[in-house]
């Protein structure tokens, strides 16, 4: 059950109180990460963990739908390597990184935490912007940015179940 609560209660979280983000808990996030399932189990993906306020806000300023990166304690960029993915595909890696991340931002809601996946791939300015920042090589993808922090309560989550999108048995 307590799983079950963590799924539907996630939600975007963009508004954060500005406090740290414990480092325990971000190594919590990123085993949460590593626990997800991959094509072949390869684990294609590598993790860039930002806590510095002046790499937030570079992030915040630069890439054009994370903001909230301003009072975030913390970002976990998922990074997917293609040559490690099943058959080197990087729809492989890509899928199995999104696994990952996924995982982050249920662990995150588990643990109190806000986060929100803020998109890298496949927006070529940003993945370049984000390379270049933080030293990523160019055989690497930095899927996302994950900004993480403590929730000023102002997200909620929503519901989105649609029974007309379920087809039994057949289409
Ligand atoms: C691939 C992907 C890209 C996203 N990119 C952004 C983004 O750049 N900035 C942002 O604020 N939210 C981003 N989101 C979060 C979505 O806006 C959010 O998941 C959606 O509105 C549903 O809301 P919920 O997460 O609260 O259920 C992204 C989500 C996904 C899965």
Redo the contacts with the bound molecule.
């Keep these: 059950m307590e799983a079950l609560e963590a799924i539907f209660n996630r939600?975007?979280v963009?508004h954060f109180t500005g406090e740290d983000v414990p480092m325990e808990k971000i190594e919590i996030l990123l085993r949460a990460g590593m626990s997800a399932p991959s094509a072949v189990n390869m684990q294609p993906w590598e993790f860039v963990v930002i806590t510095n306020k002046e790499t937030l806000l570079a992030m915040a300023d630069n890439l054009p739908?994370?903001k909230?990166l301003q009072n975030a304690g913390a970002c976990i960029v998922v990074c997917a390597i293609p040559a490690l993915a099943h058959r080197k595909l990087k729809d492989y890696a890509i899928i199995d990184c999104s696994c990952a991340s996924q995982n982050i931002l249920i662990a995150a809601e588990a643990l109190g935490l806000g986060a929100?996946?803020?998109?890298l791939y496949p927006n070529i300015d940003r993945i370049e912007f984000v390379r270049k920042q933080l030293g990523i090589p160019k055989d690497v993808i930095p899927l996302?940015a994950i900004a993480i922090g403590i929730p000023t309560g102002e997200d909620q989550?929503?519901d989105?179940f649609k029974p007309e999108k379920i087809h039994f048995e057949k289409w």
């Design positions: 939600k975007s963009r739908y994370a909230m929100v996946w803020t998109a996302n989550p929503k989105k």
